[in-house]
């Protein structure tokens, strides 16, 4: 794998937890409350199990915490959850919901080219760069295309999502002693984050919260009277640019990190539920951002008590929130009026 | 340029092509629009007003002929089409009318507030100062108008720019959008112009009006008067237009 930071080395993570990370989440894309594990749960060292045999407790889960095992997946996931809470706003304002798709499958891809470069030219290509560069790439293509086009802007949407999934599989197939990292960005099975991931997830998240920030009133006016906001000579071009390369960076860095599937799932169902739920952008972005960050941390804990995959659990607890927001929104509108 | 005694030239079309592609859609037109003005641009559906509009206003590269602004640093102002509007964003009236502040970078300063007391004010001059904390997208069309009237007010505008913005309003309601954008042309010297289907009102209103059709290749530009009674007009409109004939009756 190319290098990038192990959170623990090897013989760390066995000190804590035996010949394997023990219980927790499911590193199967596939996993079911039943099925098997790829090695038994082990308790680390100093912890407790709980009383029923195999069920992760919380005194194991605190003791990962301590280590840093946990603490930086969950810190990633809430971080991202609440970062791409904020951007999914404008993106289903946009409704651009399936650029964001697009763009994650795009930037799995690059972050499997960059596994297969190493592995069989020995080019090393630090993954999220990969990942970074193909997710403009895409952006690029849709923003410059879907101006352009004859077609549904949908149909270039769904060709690049189209193109960048089956590459990312055909390129896995060709790594197999990697390919269990390719499923965990494509499927967001990942337990483990590095300490680079996180702070990359982090210093992406940073940025693109100040300039969502310091062009809130641009990015609205631009979205919502594009051609009443030319004539005002807002840069509304640079606008529109400034928010899909916050979106293929944000999505670059946490699709590595965490895998596309919740990077999917934060970018559109936290802010689909505050937008059905508030008439304020303000409080839907303060809400989206909430519940991103909720389902991001939730999600990993639902996931180690559990037992199941990591992206799936908190793609799922994102759909949730969205199922109670959605009748609440209904009873509220039905109640005001 | 402005003569002495005459108002200040704001916006001119000089031998103006508009069209796309390379490929003008209609004749050449020269025109000044001057302070204080109200232009009406009149033609039926698809005869490329909105095309001209946006050509004048530097949303589409003219295809010949030059736009020329009166003085650098021209405040234009523009209510589009109401389709082209996104009524999804969850914006209150207050948040809508206060984007008529925001121009150039301004968005960045963070207190370009939206208590500004200019949004205030310009809320009561259209008389919607109850529904400052309404969500936009709830207001009836009259209503959301009346905001988007505000938004120009408190945009400083030295020309305003409207297209059909009384597309979606009965008679009453679109008299009343009338006269409210006549008063401010009255109090602010502002020139207003608009696009209109409603020909009873431009005649009411306007001071000047040109007629665009890209299928006769037309482009008439003078008093309403004069362009009402030119046989262009009649070619393209029937012989009394409902809208007018229906002022005219009721005005006898």
């Keep these: ?337 | 340029m402005s003569r002495v005694g005459e108002p200040k030239l704001l916006l001119a079309s000089r031998s103006v092509e508009v069209g796309y592609l390379g490929q003008a859609i209609l004749p050449p037109v020269s025109v000044e629009i001057r302070e204080g003005e109200f232009w009406a641009i009149i033609g039926r559906n698809g005869s490329g007003k909105t095309t001209w509009l946006k050509t004048m206003l530097g949303l589409l590269p003219p295809v010949r002929g030059r736009v020329e602004h009166g003085h650098a640093g021209l405040r234009l102002s523009y209510l589009p089409q109401r389709k082209a509007i996104d009524e999804l964003y969850p914006l209150l009236a207050r948040d809508v009318v206060r984007m008529g502040l925001d121009r150039g970078w301004s968005f960045v300063r963070p207190w370009l507030g939206r208590e500004h007391p200019e949004v205030t004010s310009a809320l009561e001059e259209m008389g919607v100062n109850d529904l400052a904390d309404e969500p936009f997208r709830r207001l009836s069309e009259g209503q959301k108008q009346r905001v988007l009237f505000a938004r120009l007010s408190v945009s400083r505008a030295e020309l305003a720019v409207l297209d059909e913005p009384t597309s979606a309003m009965d008679q009453v309601a679109e008299h009343e959008a009338f006269t409210l954008l006549d008063g401010l042309r009255e109090r602010r010297g502002l020139a207003i112009v608009i696009v209109s289907h409603y020909l009873g009102m431009v005649r009411r209103f306007a001071d000047r009006a040109l007629l665009l059709d890209r299928d006769t290749g037309t482009a008439v530009s003078g008093a309403p008067a004069e362009v009402f009674a030119d046989d262009r007009f009649h070619a393209r409109f029937s012989e009394r237009p409902p809208a007018l004939k229906t002022l005219e009756d009721g005005d006898a």
Excluded: K, N
Excluded at chain 1, 169 to 175: A, E, H, K, S
Excluded at chain 1, 211 to 228: N, T
Excluded at chain 1, 328 to 335: H, I
């Design chain 1, 1 to 337: 794998m190319p290098d990038g930071g192990e959170a623990l080395s090897h013989d760390e993570l066995e000190e804590a937890f035996g010949s394997d990370l023990g219980a927790g989440p499911s590193t199967s894309a596939t996993a079911t409350p039943s099925a098997p594990h790829e090695a038994p749960a082990q308790p680390p060292m100093g912890a407790e199990r709980s009383a029923v045999e195999g069920v992760p407790s919380w005194s194991e889960f605190a003791h990962g915490w301590e280590l840093g095992i946990y603490r930086d997946p969950v810190l990633c996931g809430v971080f991202a959850g609440v970062v791409l809470g904020v951007l999914g706003v404008f993106v289903v304002l946009r409704r651009a919901v399936f650029v964001t798709a697009a763009v994650s499958q795009a930037a799995g891809l690059g972050v499997a080219l960059a596994f297969y470069l190493e592995l069989t030219l020995h080019a090393h290509i630090p993954p999220v760069l990969a990942a970074l560069a193909l997710a403009l790439g895409a952006t690029a293509v849709l923003t410059y295309r879907m101006q352009r086009m004859r077609l549904p802007s949908e149909t270039l949407v769904g060709l690049i999502y189209l193109a960048a999934s089956a590459g990312a599989i055909l390129v896995g197939d060709r790594i197999a002693q990697e390919s269990h990292d390719i499923a965990s960005i494509l499927f967001g099975t990942a337990v483990l984050v590095r300490p680079m991931d996180l702070a990359l997830v982090v210093g992406a998240g940073t940025i693109t919260l100040i300039v969502i920030s310091a062009g809130y009133r641009g990015f609205l006016f631009a979205g919502f009277d594009p051609e009443g906001a030319s004539v005002h000579r807002l840069p509304v071009r640079l606008l529109d640019l400034s928010l899909w390369v916050l979106v293929a960076l944000e999505v670059s860095v946490t699709t590595r990190a965490i895998g596309a599937l919740p990077v999917f799932a934060f970018a559109v169902a936290p802010a689909m539920a505050a937008l059905a739920l508030l008439e304020r952008v303000r409080w839907a972005l303060a809400l989206a951002a909430a519940l991103g960050g909720l389902a991001g941390g939730l999600g990993y804990l639902f996931a180690f008590f559990y037992e199941f995959p990591v992206g799936a659990s908190q793609a799922t607890l994102s759909l949730l929130f969205l199922l109670i927001c959605l009748p609440l929104a209904r009873v509220l509108r039905g109640s005001a009026a």
